[in-house]
């Protein structure tokens, strides 16, 4: 069989149900065998190629399962670099096809040639050329194992034009181990027990709960763990799902916009229990008091994050999966009563001062917590919370009860404006038994409304939330605190957006008033399938509390 | 930090586009590469890269780390100085005449152990391998009678362990892979 054919054969050996992507002329060949698959491969025509990698993203993020993507050579390949970046960052397993110009014009500055490889190395974590039709079983299998083990991350593959079109004999062997990538390292028993050494002897343990959690599957164990010891824990914002939000020892969001609670008892603990996270500065801000005070424990999968931020006492390098209940069954069942009661005078204290008046404002304009707390009250248990990136995302991670697992998609490390709207559509296609709900500004909805096009193809059942402020929001809150309220290019002009949608086909309404908002949230969740919700919200709304970049929990701002 | 000159080895598989992989580690960090070889290692199929970089501990432990989580990296170490056995080559050529005028090139030949690799009428390349500090020491000699070219190699280096770790390594990932065949 040609190529094409043998790379279509081998995505279904790797249970590929549903690919994104966009053709073009180097990878028409792909394109054509998928045309044969079409019963059993779902194609995705996004409206641009970073559409295509972020609603992969979004797929990901959902199904556990890498995010296929398949995009032609040259602008298609580079339109997706973003995507790949992001989903480096926060660990997303993504397998990237891309077309290629024939091996006998590669190096010739031939139509629609880059050096794909070259210029995704950094971003990825494997990306490989394929020069020759026999090679692409193994490719493949190698692209789906590098992508889903150890810590999940996005693959490339690049494929030229004359392996697309080759024959070859096909035959698949799926990849199950590579000598020079060990993905789950084995945890030293010696770590394992010192670091049950140090919890047993604490007397104010704090624990951080970060992604790897979810992607290890590990909330049960986490659960235990935290139980057995009386552990309190603070989640970065991809860990927020990891716990669930009754679990009385769940304290809430840590960094930069997290809970004031979690924050200052990372001042004061004893034992910091860091699991499956890489203290980003979001989390720790300035290093050099950062927790000081405290004895160290990481857990991680990833040798290169031990010691890369902050420098541990004990490192546990294994999949949390294994080694979270093989320090449990060490730990003595203890109570720190009055530590974890220390936590509720801050927690008081956040809600009288930034939350109550936040979500539940008396007069004046609506704000986003407002937007937000009700949205979340009136959604479905099985809701997935989709953010873009900037005010709406603090918000909507700060005010969105999460109720199940894997329910948040959001863009942590890369910071990704307009990754929004196309991950939304991934994560309705990765899980369509459940609601998916998007907030986004009026800034990250026009970096890719062009996505409405796929919603309204394919329709997409993503309810949309639009909240309006006429600003970049947090550049502008940035501006207001730190740059002398000179707002710089952060005033902006926004289009009628449901008019955009009604153009699309799509439903949609646009809220000014409080008194029709929680009405139009109900009718929102009543309308089938898509639906676009603009509410204008205060101009100059702010999310509070801040932790002003690379500085301390005691310059903590609360707000006026 | 106080920087120090560490040599860092690292053994790959056999896979196009592993140096660009491994520079930009270093790029990235604005560590500038002070020399570099690559060449096949003893076990067939994989390579080795001796890379010199002058850094401070903390930074190199970061690094090695961030090199070992390249897919097609085997392994990476760093050493200092008086860990290894280490060698630069150096070619200096220079006008047969002045060769045939002074014979205290000769001696100066002898003292530092040089050899000549070729000569004809025109002129006579040398050779010698050492430390970096001798190489520029025999150059700065005979520069006195004009070196008309002169070339130095990166530093290829072996460890003074007699342990040898990459071995160990290859048998440990071995005795792996006929377990995650045998499930």
């Known amino acids: ?560 | 930090m106080e920087k120090t000159l560490y040599t860092v080895t690292v053994y790959t598989e056999n896979m196009v586009g592993l140096l660009n992989q491994i520079a930009i580690i270093f790029t990235r960090r604005h560590i500038n590469i002070e020399s570099l070889t690559v060449s096949k290692s003893s076990i067939p199929g994989i390579h080795k890269f001796t890379i010199t970089v002058e850094t401070d501990k903390d930074l190199m432990t970061r690094v090695i780390r961030q090199i070992e989580k390249r897919i097609d990296v085997l392994k990476a170490f760093f050493y200092t100085d008086d860990e290894v056995i280490f060698q630069e080559v150096a070619l200096y050529k220079i006008p047969t005449d002045s060769l045939l005028d002074n014979p205290e090139i000769e001696t100066l030949m002898r003292t530092f152990n040089a050899r000549i690799v070729e000569v004809n009428r025109n002129f006579a390349a040398i050779e010698m391998s050492g430390s970096a500090e001798v190489i520029q020491q025999l150059f700065d000699e005979l520069n006195k009678y004009k070196v008309l070219q002169f070339v130095r190699s990166g530093r290829v280096a072996i460890t003074r362990s007699t342990q040898e770790r990459l071995s160990d390594f290859l048998a440990e990932m071995e005795e792996k892979r006929k377990k995650s065949c045998g499930k």
């Open chain 1, 1 to 560: 069989m040609r190529g094409a054919e043998a790379l279509m054969c081998s995505l279904r050996e790797e249970h590929v149900d549903t690919i994104f992507g966009y053709p073009g002329g180097q990878i028409i060949t792909v394109f054509d065998a998928l045309y044969s698959f079409r019963d059993t491969i779902r194609q995705i025509l996004t409206r641009h190629e970073q559409g295509a990698v972020h609603a992969a993203q979004g797929f990901a993020r959902v199904t556990g399962e890498p995010g296929v993507v398949i995009v032609t050579s040259g602008p298609g390949a580079t339109n997706v670099i973003t995507g790949l970046a992001d989903a480096m960052l926060d660990s997303t397993p993504l397998v990237v096809i891309a077309g290629q110009v024939g091996s006998s014009l590669l190096g010739t500055d031939a139509f629609q040639e880059t050096d794909v490889v070259g210029i995704t190395l950094p971003v990825t974590k494997w990306s490989y050329q394929v020069r020759s039709a026999a090679e692409i079983p193994w490719a493949v299998a190698r692209a789906f194992y590098i992508a889903r083990e150890g810590r999940p991350g996005p693959v490339v593959l690049d494929i030229t034009k004359d392996a697309q079109n080759d024959m070859m004999e096909f035959s698949y062997e799926k990849c199950t181990f590579i000598r020079s990538y060990q993905p789950y390292p084995e945890p030293k028993k010696s770590a394992i027990q010192e670091a049950a050494a140090l919890i047993n002897n604490a007397k104010r343990p704090l624990a951080l709960v970060g992604q790897g959690v979810i992607l290890g599957e590990a909330e049960d164990e986490l659960k235990d763990f935290l139980t057995k010891a009386d552990i309190p824990a603070g989640a970065t914002l991809l860990g927020l799902p990891a716990m669930s939000m009754d679990f009385p020892l769940n304290k809430g969001m840590l960094g930069m916009h997290g809970n004031v609670a979690p924050n200052r008892k990372t001042a004061e603990c004893d034992v910091l229990i860091a699991i499956g996270m890489r203290f980003d500065d979001r989390v720790t801000g300035d290093l050099k008091t950062y927790a000081r005070q405290a004895k160290v424990i990481h857990f991680d999968i990833d040798s290169s994050e031990i010691n890369k931020n902050v420098k541990c006492d004990v490192a546990i390098l294994a999949d949390v999966k294994t080694s979270l209940p093989a320090v449990t069954a060490l730990l003595k069942r203890t109570r720190h009563k009055e530590w974890v009661n220390s936590f509720k005078i801050h927690e008081q204290e956040e809600l009288t001062r930034v939350i109550n008046p936040e979500i539940h404002p008396e007069a004046g304009p609506i704000t986003m917590g407002e937007v937000i707390n009700l949205v979340s009250g009136n959604s479905a248990g099985n809701a997935v919370l989709v953010t873009d990136v900037g005010q709406n995302q603090m918000m909507a991670c700060r005010y969105f009860k999460l109720k199940s697992r894997r329910s948040l998609v959001t863009s942590g490390g890369l910071g990704t404006m307009g990754f929004g709207l196309p991950a939304a559509i991934g994560a309705a296609f990765g899980a369509p038994e459940r609601q998916v709900c998007l907030f986004v500004g009026d800034g990250g909805i026009q970096m890719t409304i062009q996505e409405l096009g796929t919603i309204m193809e394919y329709n997409v059942p993503v309810k949309i939330i639009i909240l309006n402020n006429k600003f970049l929001g947090m550049v502008r809150q940035w501006q207001e605190l730190f740059y002398r309220e000179r707002y710089s290019s952060t005033p902006m002009k926004s289009p009628n957006f449901p008019k955009v949608a009604e153009a699309y086909g799509l439903p949609g309404k646009k809220v000014t008033r409080r008194e029709e908002l929680e009405s139009s949230i109900k009718t929102m969740f009543e309308t089938k399938g898509a639906y676009l919700l603009e509410v204008e919200v205060e101009e100059n709304g702010m999310v509070y509390p801040m932790i002003p970049a690379g500085s301390t929990v005691e310059n903590l701002i609360l707000g006026d």
